[in-house]
């Protein structure tokens, strides 16, 4: 919906959902940056909830402090979880 690194750029939802449906096909990660766009930007909570598309992994760690601090966050799907952390029972240690 929005791009905003190299300048402002804003495209159709469509474009997001034609993109879940890829990755879904491909068995590749949709990772989604909400960092600009996130927690009410955009009219939304979250710019992907335009295109009503759930991303594998979004990143919304700035977008919560506004910049101010600094601060990661990361968000992620259930499979990813258990990808990451195996039964899911133990955390990610990094």
Avoid: N
Wanted: charged share 20%; proline share 3%; aromatic share 8%.
């Amino acid at each position: 919906v929005v791009q905003g690194a190299g300048g402002v750029r804003i495209y159709h939802p469509d474009y997001l959902r034609k993109l879940r449906r890829l990755c879904d096909e491909l068995d590749v990660l949709l990772i989604f940056d909400e960092i600009a766009t996130g927690f009410g930007r955009t009219g939304k909570l979250f710019a992907a909830e335009w295109a009503q598309v759930v991303p594998d992994i979004m990143c919304i760690g700035k977008a919560l402090t506004g910049g101010y601090c600094t601060l990661g966050a990361t968000l992620a799907t259930q499979k990813v979880g258990h990808g990451v952390s195996g039964d899911g029972t133990q955390p990610l240690m990094h």
